[in-house]
């Protein structure tokens, strides 16, 4: 079982990649930057050094190790702040990265799918900011509901292929960037009050969800778009 993790040399997809290898496997890791200490953190896993802003490099350098059985397009970023003070290389650079991207990795991955006749499985990294209104995150619930549209649309066109393609929706995850984020108790004590379970997330709690959704446990799913939130959004 071949596996490509899109932003893999931290947080969500780190994990991600080095789980399935620890499933058995094999795994391919893309990331624009791959640190120094990759291989020693990450030993099983194949790096894949590319800017997924250049649409053509992306397809060479997964068209390289192609096929691939599995796809977490997990790689995105998140520029904060208000509507008023949104740049326009702000807009440009979301929407390359979480969304653009996103089409990019999948069409690609996909084509080898159909050619090869694999029943593959995809999932993609969206957000609880999909689905709700977040103070300051006017870009990143704009993109990450692209994402949602994009995994239903995907998942129906491909359906036939028996390519699966779902979403998970975390709430703020304890990863370097969420704690970036979400350090400073004034920003984070109003979204923890709307949360039955009144924490944030843990790495590993988007991580199985995601393999569950890889596997073949979850063979009749697709097109889902499932919140990891601590019950934000069932409020």
């Given at each position: ?49 590319v ?91 704009t ?8 995994t ?54 988007v ?5 569950f ?23």
């Amino acid at each position: 079982m071949r596996a490509l993790v899109t932003g893999v040399n931290q947080g969500i997809g780190k994990h991600v990649a080095a789980t399935l290898a620890e499933c058995g496997a094999e795994v391919f890791g893309l990331d624009k930057t791959i640190s120094d200490n990759f291989s020693k953190e990450l030993p099983n896993i194949k790096p894949i050094k590319v800017d997924l802003q250049n649409w053509d490099e992306t397809e060479k350098a997964i068209c390289a190790k192609a096929p691939f059985h599995l796809l977490v397009n997990n790689a995105g970023i998140a520029i904060l702040g208000t509507l008023v003070k949104i740049k326009e290389d702000d807009v440009d650079k979301m929407l390359s990265i979480n969304v653009k991207a996103v089409v990019n990795v999948t069409r690609i991955v996909v084509r080898g799918m159909v050619e090869e006749k694999i029943q593959g499985s995809i999932v993609n990294i969206s957000s609880q900011a999909s689905l709700v209104g977040l103070s300051d995150h006017n870009l990143y619930c704009t993109t990450k509901a692209a994402i949602d549209g994009f995994t239903r649309q995907a998942a129906l066109e491909y359906g036939p292929n028996n390519i699966r393609v779902n979403a998970v929706n975390p709430t703020v995850i304890m990863t370097e960037m969420g704690k970036r984020n979400w350090s400073d108790p004034k920003i984070a004590e109003p979204m923890l009050a709307k949360m039955p379970l009144r924490r944030f997330g843990e790495v590993y709690e988007v991580t199985y969800p995601i393999l569950f959704l890889l596997s073949d446990k979850a063979s009749l799913i697709t097109g889902v778009c499932l919140p990891i939130d601590a019950g934000y959004t069932a409020v």
